[in-house]
């Protein structure tokens, strides 16, 4: 089976676009519950169209819309991935089965700490009209519905991908997708999963930075204001009061939780008023690693095995060296998920694959497998037809297992607003490192202020 899959995170800096080939293969397994590997095929992000990017953001920072504005600017989102799908089918040379399109996060509605809903735009009519394929979207409702948090999605990919790996070694593993929110997976040593938001990602450094370039710049580029900051102390406390972070999990969150306003409470709160660019986004990225750990350590009375991470967090020279620095200390290895063979920028998009394999086939999915209390498991998403009636194939019980095969095709980053080409990134995140070697103690605090 192909799928083409289809996202955009929070940090909205591209849509992501994969186009991955699904094979059952049953080996002794019974048929019913396959395992599957996944091989990529085609990936590369397609970059928003500055207004329409600002837009989006504007709607996510709470920015009131009148109904007529949010009819043009769903229309608006799902045309956009109507193109950057239609661009990977030709430059694939493949036409898909079924796309998958995650949409555009607008909000995550979290009362009494738990998710009642969630709003992703993006109409997929304008999808299915462009490239005649059948499209599966709203993938988080139906979680949601039945009692659990709709988030983390990359919890049921990392038990297929990993659950055998942690019986193996009857040991843990643990991974964190650092994206706009951070959303960190336990994959217990019997093989069933925990997952949670633990806090913000790239959200929070993102966004001071677009504001102090005034939009020239949207990222941290290899850490480096974070490599000449220093992290200020009293920030950082006042930051770690936050009352999400001591909420239990499971939890989820997003952007119209941790936005610019969080910044600058914490800011008015810890006097810390003349800070430079770089040590502020040299406290948050300490933030963000800070959480992650804790979130993690919080959770897990025996410390995994291994830490992997992915999203673009994990291209941050300077959060890596803060989370490996921080989880050694409990004993916890950290990797990049491209150590077991997974792109970090593209592992979200795998996942998306597997959840419309999963849809197609009637499989339910259950977000946490941990819990006496999660949430039943249910087929997520829901389908809209192609040009033809829909077919769809006879249920499986479920996925065995995924292996993920390497790719000897083309992966671009250049469409995102914070990558660029593979070869350029990783010459430059080479220097970073260095970079943020020879300042590391004052990135990290040695003698924080």
């Known amino acids: 089976m192909i799928v083409l899959s289809l996202q955009s995170g929070t940090s909205a800096d591209g849509i992501d676009v994969a186009v991955v080939d699904l094979v059952r293969s049953t080996g002794s397994r019974e048929h019913s519950r396959p395992d599957v590997r996944m091989t990529p095929r085609f990936a590369t992000t397609v970059a928003w169209a500055p207004e329409l990017r600002a837009q989006i953001l ?84 139906a979680d949601i519905a039945a009692g659990g948090e709709g988030a983390p999605l990359m919890a049921f990919f990392d038990r297929a991908w990993l659950g055998a790996a942690a019986r193996a070694s009857r040991r843990a593993v643990a991974t964190v997708n650092l994206g706009g929110i951070a959303n960190v997976q336990l994959v217990g040593a019997d093989g069933e999963v925990s997952a949670f938001d633990s806090g913000p990602g790239n ?40 009352p999400y972070l001591a909420a239990p999990a499971p939890k989820s969150t997003g952007r119209e939780t941790f936005g610019l306003d969080v910044v600058d409470r914490a800011v008015v709160a810890s006097g810390a008023f003349d800070l430079s660019i770089d040590d502020l986004v040299a406290t948050l990225t300490e933030f963000t690693a800070r959480t992650v750990v804790e979130a993690l350590a919080d959770a897990a009375p025996d410390a995994p095995a291994a830490l992997v991470c992915s999203g673009g967090g994990a291209l941050n020279p300077v959060l890596l060296e803060r989370l490996e620095a921080l989880a050694s200390a409990r004993g916890i290895a950290v990797e990049s998920s491209a150590a077991r063979g997974i792109d970090p920028a593209f592992k979200e998009s795998l996942m998306f694959a597997l959840l419309g394999f999963c849809s197609w086939h009637g499989v339910p999915v ?36 995924v292996t993920v095969e390497p790719s000897a095709e083309r992966i671009d980053h250049s469409g995102r607003t914070d990558r660029t080409d593979r070869t350029d990134r990783t010459e430059r995140t080479d220097r970073a490192e260095h970079r943020a070697e020879r300042t590391i103690a004052r990135t990290t605090g040695g003698e924080p202020r």
Do not use: M, N
Not at 91 to 96: I, R
Not at 111 to 118: D, I, L, M, P, V
Not at 388 to 398: C, F, M, N, R, S
């Open 58 to 141: 504007a709607v996510a920072a709470g920015e009131p819309q009148a109904a007529g504005e949010w009819t043009r600017l769903t229309t608006g989102i799902g045309q956009a991935f109507a193109d950057a799908a239609a661009r990977g089918i030709r430059e694939s040379g493949t036409t898909p089965d079924l796309i998958v399109s995650h949409g555009q996060t607008v909000f995550h509605w979290v009362e009494g700490a738990h998710a009642r809903g969630t709003l992703q735009l993006g109409e997929p009519a304008w999808i299915a009209e462009r490239t005649g394929v059948p499209v599966l979207s709203d993938l988080r409702a």
């Open 203 to 242: 959200c929070l450094i993102d966004a001071v930075v677009d504001r102090h370039s005034g939009g020239e710049h949207g990222y941290d580029e290899d850490g480096r204001l974070a490599a000449a900051g220093r992290v200020h102390k009293a920030l950082l406390d006042e930051l770690l009061r936050h």
């Open 366 to 401: 259950a977000l946490q497998t941990a819990r006496a209390d999660s949430a039943p498991p249910r087929v997520l998403g829901r389908l809209t037809p192609g040009r033809v009636p829909l077919q769809v194939p006879a249920p499986l019980a479920g996925v065995a297992s």
